[in-house]
C-alpha cells in the first residue's frame, strides 16, 4: 500500500478561486427598508458586489425578522457567486452583526433619521463558514464600539477591520483545509441536550435530503442549530461550496475516488471512506437564516431538498408545503409530515442504546453555567467526544451498507462471507432507513467514489449492536420520566400542595381555638349555673329544717334508699319466718283451749283503736275455724322459726327502740308497738299493734287477727294499729286457718323518693310480739 497521501475531496476544493473577505453596512431606512449603505474591500472602490452578483435578497438576509427587539442580533446565510468569464460559480457564506440605539444619542442627527430608533447591521462575507466561530466574537466587538462613537459617518474602524481580515486570507491565517469545526462555535452538548435522542433522527434526516425546515424567533440560535447539525458529518462544513445554490455541482465534478490509504492520518482515512458525504449536491439548498423573499426559490421546481431556518410564523402556516419535516425551536418539537420520511426514521434498538448512552454522559457533565464544557473538565462528554462518537457512527453505518451490498451481490457464495459477521449488520440501523438511503443523491455520489470492500477497513458493525435487554427498557423509562418533567411538575404540586396545608392549618387552628373558647364559655355558664342551683338548694334545706325537727325523729332519720330496700328484703324473710311459726302455736293452742273439735270460731267484734299522735286505724282480729292436724310437725317448724326470727329481732331492737309512738300507746299495747317500729324501714312504717278477744270476751281486747292492714290516715313516720279484716273481708277470704301472713299496709314517708303512693304487703308481724299477745290471749280465755 502506497504511503502517499492519496486526493481527497478537500484537495479538490482548494481550486476554488481565492476571494478576499468583504466588510458591508447595511441600514434599515424607514422608507426604503433594509438596503446596503457602504461596502468595504471591493476593488475598485465604485465596484458594489451586491449589484455585480445580484444579491438583491442580501439587505433582508442581514437584517433578520424581529431583529428590532434585541439589543444584539446575529445572522448567518448563504451567497451564491456566479462564474467569472463563463465559469462555474460557487457559495459565499455570510455573517451579520445587528445593533440599535436610540436616536436622541446620535452626535450629528441626519435628516434621513425620522424614527426613535437607528438600526444598523456590520455585515462579513467569507468564502467558508469554518472561520465563523472566532469572527463573531471579532465582529461583535466591533460593532459596539462603531455604535458607541454615536457617529455613523465615521467608519474607520470598519475599515481596518477588513483589511485585518484580507491580511490574515493573504497570510493562510484562514488555511480552509485545516480542520476547525470544533471552533466554529456551535455548541453540540446543547444540541444533545436539547433534542435528546432525537439528534440522531434528525442526521439520519439530513442523510434523507427531504425539505427540512427550522423555526425560531431567536435568529442565531437558529442557525446555529443547523450548523451544528451539519458539522456531525465529518469534513461536510469545509465542503459546502455547492449550498447556496440549486444549479451548483462543483464537488461532484471535482471529486476523484481515493486509491490509497494512510492509517495515522484521519484526514486520509475519512476520505478514503467516502466522508464527508454530500447531502448538499446539484437540486439542494442550505440557508441558515432564509427571508420570506426567498420563498420563490425554495418553491422552485429545480430545488428537490433543502435546510432552511425561518423567523417569521407565516412559515408554520404553509409547513405542509414547505416541509417534510418542521423543527421548532420555540416549542423544542419535531413534526414530520411525510408518512414515508416518518417511517425510515424510526431508530432500532441499537440506535436508541447509542444515542441514549452519548445522552446520558451529556447529562451526568452539564454545567449550567458553562454548557459547553463538562463540569467534569474531563473528556466525556465534551464536544470532541460527542464528534468522535458520531464519526464512529457514521463510519460503521458505511462500512455495514458496503458488506450489506456485498452479500446481496454473493448470497450464493458462502466462502465470501466474513466468518465472524453474522447475518446483515446494516439490519441494526433501520431496514427502512438504508432502503430510503440508497435513493438519494448523496449515496449516489458516495457509494460510485469508493471502494467496495470498506468493510475490511472498519468492522460493518453497529458501535451498539444487540437486542433488546432489561437495561435498555430501564434506560427507556428513566428518560421518557426525565422528558416528561416530573421533577418539575412535582415541585410545582409540592409547592402548591404546602400552601394548601399552610392555608388550611390554619383555618383548622382558628376552627378549634373557636371551638374551644365556646366550650369554656359554655363550661362556664354550666358552672354558674350548677352552683345557683346549689345555692337554692342549701337555701330549700334551710327552710325546711325547722319543719324537720318539728316532727318525730324517726321519719327524719337520714337513711339512704340503697339501704332502705336492703332493710325492706331483711324484714321480708324475717315475716317469712314469723307466719310459720305463729301459725303452728296458734293451732296448738286453739286444740288445746277448745278441746281439738270443729267448732265455730267467735264472731269477730271490732275493737276501738288506741289513742296515740301516730292515728292508726280501727282494728280487730277473728279466728278462723280448722286446726292443723300434725301438731308435731307444726311445732318443730314453730320452734326453729321462732329461734331464727328472735336472733334477728335482736340485731334490729337498737336502732327502732326510739320511736316516738312506742311512748304514746298504752301499757299493754308498747310491746306489740315496738315491734311494728322495728318493721319500719326507709321511710315506710309497719303498724304491728292488734287488739285480740276471745268469744266470750269480758276485756276490750281480742285476739291477734291474721291478716292487718295499716289504716290511710297514719302520720308519716308513726305506727298504726293491727286490726282485724272487715267483715265482709272475713267472709270473702274465708275463716283464717292459722297459716296465712298477717297483712300489713306500708305507708311511705314524704321524703321518699318512690313513686306509686301506697303498697299492701304481706308482711309477718315479729314473732315474738305475736307470741306475747297470743300468750296473754290465752292467759285470758283460760281465767
Known amino acids: 500500500m502506497s504511503s502517499s497521501v492519496p486526493p481527497t475531496p478537500t484537495a479538490a476544493a482548494s481550486a476554488r478561486p ?35 452578483y445580484d444579491w438583491g435578497l442580501l439587505p433582508f438576509m442581514a437584517l433578520s425578522d424581529g431583529a428590532h427587539a434585541l439589543t444584539e442580533d446575529f445572522s448567518y446565510f448563504t451567497l451564491l457567486k456566479p462564474g467569472e468569464d463563463g465559469g462555474a460559480g460557487t457559495s459565499l457564506f455570510g455573517i451579520s452583526c445587528t445593533r440599535q ?26 468564502d467558508s463558514p469554518q472561520y465563523f466561530g472566532m469572527l463573531r466574537e471579532r465582529l461583535s466587538v466591533v460593532t459596539k464600539a462603531w455604535f458607541a462613537q454615536r457617529e455613523f459617518t465615521d467608519v474607520e474602524i470598519l475599515k481596518r477591520f ?18 476547525r469545526d470544533q471552533y466554529l462555535g456551535l455548541s453540540l452538548r446543547e444540541l444533545v441536550r436539547e433534542f ?47 449550498s447556496a445554490g440549486p444549479e451548483l455541482n462543483n464537488y461532484e465534478k471535482n471529486l476523484q475516488q481515493p486509491t490509497s490509504l494512510r492509517t495515522s492520518d484521519r484526514n486520509s482515512l475519512l476520505a478514503y471512506m467516502g466522508l464527508p458525504l454530500q447531502i448538499f449536491p446539484k437540486g439542494s439548498l442550505f ?56 417511517t425510515a426514521l424510526q431508530l432500532s434498538t441499537p440506535d436508541r442504546r447509542w444515542i441514549d448512552f452519548i445522552t446520558q454522559n451529556v447529562n451526568d457533565t452539564w454545567d449550567e453555567a458553562n454548557p459547553g464544557r463538562p463540569k467534569t473538565m474531563g473528556y466525556v462528554g465534551s464536544e470532541e467526544f460527542i464528534r468522535v462518537q458520531f464519526e464512529e457512527y457514521l463510519l460503521s453505518l458505511i462500512s ?84 416528561m418533567h416530573w421533577d418539575e411538575r412535582f415541585a410545582q404540586g409540592k409547592e402548591v400542595l404546602g400552601r394548601n396545608l399552610a392555608a388550611g392549618k390554619e383555618k383548622a387552628s382558628n376552627i378549634f381555638n373557636k371551638l374551644y373558647a365556646d366550650m369554656e364559655a359554655m363550661r362556664e355558664a354550666q358552672r354558674k349555673k350548677a352552683e345557683e342551683a346549689r345555692n337554692e338548694q342549701e337555701k330549700a334545706a334551710s327552710q325546711q329544717q325547722p319543719e324537720n325537727r318539728g316532727g318525730s325523729p324517726d321519719s327524719t332519720a337520714s337513711k339512704t334508699t340503697q339501704n332502705s330496700q336492703a332493710a325492706a328484703q331483711s324484714v321480708g324473710s324475717k315475716a317469712g319466718a314469723f307466719v ?18 270443729s267448732s265455730t270460731p267467735p264472731t269477730p267484734t271490732t275493737a276501738s283503736p288506741p ?110 294499729g293491727v286490726v282485724s279484716p272487715s267483715p265482709l273481708e272475713e267472709k270473702n277470704q274465708g275463716p283464717p286457718n292459722g297459716n296465712r301472713p298477717l297483712m300489713v299496709k306500708v305507708t311511705k314517708d314524704d321524703n321518699s323518693s318512690d313513686e306509686g303512693g301506697e303498697e299492701v304487703q304481706k308482711t309477718p308481724l315479729p314473732a315474738r310480739v305475736a307470741a306475747d299477745e297470743a300468750a296473754r290471749a290465752q292467759s285470758a280465755w283460760e281465767r
Not at 473577505?21 to 465604485?46: M, N, S, T, Y
Not at 446620535?106 to 456590520?122: C, D, F, H, I
Not at 443523491?441 to 460493518?460: A, C, G, K, Q
Not at 305463729?582 to 286453739?590: D, Y
Open 580 to 597: 310459720n311459726s305463729w301459725a303452728s302455736w296458734a293451732g296448738e293452742k286453739r286444740r288445746k283451749a277448745w278441746g281439738g273439735g
Open 400 to 483: 455495514s451498507v458496503k458488506y450489506h451490498n456485498h452479500l446481496a451481490k454473493h448470497a450464493n457464495n458462502p466462502r465470501m462471507l466474513l466468518p465472524y459477521i453474522e447475518g446483515d449488520p446494516s439490519v441494526d440501523f433501520g431496514s427502512d432507513f438504508i432502503e430510503a438511503w440508497s435513493k438519494t443523491e448523496n449515496y449516489r455520489i458516495w457509494n460510485s467514489h469508493t471502494d467496495s470492500h470498506l468493510f475490511d477497513i472498519v468492522e460493518p458493525k453497529h458501535p451498539c449492536a444487540g437486542g433488546l435487554t432489561i437495561e435498555d427498557v430501564q434506560r427507556r423509562i428513566t428518560q421518557q420520566v426525565q422528558d
Open 162 to 179: 477588513q483589511e485585518s481580515l484580507a491580511d490574515e486570507k493573504e497570510r493562510g491565517m484562514m488555511n480552509e483545509d485545516e480542520d
Open 196 to 242: 435528546k435522542w432525537q439528534t440522531l433522527v434528525l442526521l439520519k434526516c439530513c442523510l434523507l435530503q427531504p425539505k427540512m425546515l427550522f423555526f425560531g424567533t431567536r435568529c442565531e440560535r437558529l442557525c446555529l442549530t443547523q450548523f451544528s447539525l451539519v458539522s456531525l458529518i465529518p469534513g461536510l462544513l469545509r465542503n459546502l461550496q455547492d
Open 611 to 720: 289513742e296515740s299522735s301516730g292515728g292508726g286505724g280501727g282494728g280487730g282480729g277473728g279466728w278462723a275455724s280448722g286446726w292443723v292436724k300434725n301438731k308435731n310437725r307444726q311445732s318443730q317448724m314453730s320452734t326453729r322459726s321462732v329461734t331464727s326470727v328472735d336472733g334477728m329481732l335482736e340485731k334490729d331492737t337498737k336502732t327502732d327502740a326510739r320511736n316516738s309512738t312506742y311512748s304514746r300507746l298504752p301499757e299493754e299495747k308498747q310491746p306489740l308497738a315496738a315491734a311494728g317500729n322495728r318493721g319500719s324501714v326507709a321511710g315506710s312504717s309497719i303498724s304491728g299493734e292488734c287488739l285480740f278477744e276471745s268469744p266470750a270476751a269480758t276485756r276490750k281486747s281480742r285476739p291477734l287477727s291474721q291478716e292487718s292492714a295499716i289504716s290511710e290516715g297514719q302520720e308519716s313516720g308513726g305506727i298504726d
Open 101 to 126: 440605539m436610540d436616536a436622541s444619542l446620535l452626535l450629528n442627527r441626519p435628516a434621513e433619521v425620522t424614527r426613535s430608533t437607528v438600526q444598523k447591521a456590520v455585515v462579513v462575507i467569507a
Open 287 to 342: 440557508g441558515p437564516y432564509t427571508p420570506l423573499q426567498q420563498l420563490d426559490i425554495l418553491a422552485d421546481f429545480g430545488t428537490k431538498s433543502y435546510i432552511v431556518g425561518s423567523t417569521n410564523s407565516l412559515l408554520l402556516q404553509q409547513k405542509d408545503r414547505y416541509s417534510d419535516i418542521l423543527i421548532n425551536l420555540d416549542e423544542g418539537t419535531i413534526n414530520i409530515t411525510s408518512t414515508s420520511l416518518k
Open 18 to 52: 481565492h476571494f478576499t473577505p468583504l466588510v458591508c453596512i447595511v441600514d434599515f431606512h424607514h422608507a426604503r427598508g433594509p438596503e446596503v449603505e457602504k461596502w468595504f474591500g471591493a476593488e475598485p472602490e465604485e465596484f458594489d458586489p451586491a449589484v455585480e
